[in-house]
């Protein structure tokens, strides 16, 4: 089959593409980044080289393809990013339709349920609705949850401070996710093209408190007395201010989410579906992860 991926070769894309490639599968990879090409073509893959935000570009790279994953990415430049999220979701609907593709996996998040729901996720859900509103293309929408390889972004904190933490304190249970299973997900809806109607999964390995993941992270690595840390939102915001972070972002996808953990709007959905739930890797087997990149570090 004929499969354009979005995402670049990003965590979850890079894992999707070979995967699809070795399964005989001829795949078109959008990035925006044509220093991408090379490697996109050493995976056996084609390159389609320019904008999501350009419909015209997205309808070229989605001509003669069976199948799209969609996935939107983060743009540090947008000075509002759900704007950019609906924007980019509703032209990548468009082109399905004007390309009479029949079967698309959309990479959504967690809290899409909710219309007005904090960070991304009531612009993930106005993307699910649009797609869904398309006659006759099978949909499934991947709600993921936090991903477990974000921890990897604070070695040094827990290295040279033994802590870590966000704007929830350490009693908060939130859902994990490994960007490879939610690629395995992906990769075996596009492969068999099982999947019809409109459809959702969750893919959550685990669900952990903050000082869950303090405790075992820091486990892994020697250190048995790392501490999570309980932010405020203000505390936080100028601390991913400070690390290079535009306010847009760390507003959207780090401050807001950690606001629906707080007050349980983002997982409640997910409590509710525990039969529509995906992925296998668990907090201690990602702990093994983070502390072979911990001593390389």
């Known amino acids: 089959m004929k499969i354009t991926v979005t995402g670049s070769l990003g965590n979850i894309s890079r894992v999707l593409v070979e995967k699809l490639v070795a399964r005989g599968h001829e795949v078109k990879v959008v990035s925006s980044n044509a220093d991408r090409a090379g490697d996109i073509e050493a995976l056996h ?138 690629a395995e997900v992906a990769s075996q809806a596009l492969d068999t093209l099982s999947f019809s109607g409109k459809q959702f999964r969750y893919i959550v390995g685990d669900e952990k408190s903050g000082a869950d993941v303090a405790q075992q992270l820091g486990s892994a690595v020697g250190k048995t007395d790392v501490r999570w840390v309980a932010f405020s939102d203000e505390q936080l915001l100028n601390a991913l201010l400070q690390n290079g972070f535009s306010e847009q972002m760390a507003t959207v996808y780090m401050i807001e989410i950690g606001m629906a953990l707080r007050d349980g709007s983002f997982t409640e959905d997910l409590q509710k579906h525990k039969a529509h739930v995906a992925g296998q890797t668990s907090l201690k087997e990602f702990a093994n992860e983070f502390a072979m990149a911990y001593r390389s570090n």
């Open 45 to 182: 893959a084609i390159p389609a080289i320019g904008s999501v935000e350009d419909y015209a570009f997205v309808a070229k790279a989605f001509e003669g393809a069976d199948a799209v994953y969609l996935m939107i990415p983060p743009n540090p430049r947008s000075t509002d990013l759900k704007q950019y999220i609906r924007t980019v979701g509703e032209q990548y609907a468009k082109a399905v339709q004007a390309n009479e593709i029949r079967y698309v996996v959309n990479l959504s998040s967690i809290g899409a349920h909710d219309p007005d729901g904090l960070g991304p996720t009531g612009a993930n859900y106005f993307v699910e609705q649009k797609l869904n509103a398309l006659p006759a293309v099978n949909v499934l929408h991947l709600r993921p949850g936090m991903f477990l390889t974000n921890f990897l972004g604070v070695i040094g904190m827990v290295k040279h401070q033994g802590m870590l933490g966000n704007n929830f304190d350490a009693s908060v249970t939130f859902p994990l996710s490994h960007p490879r299973d939610i």
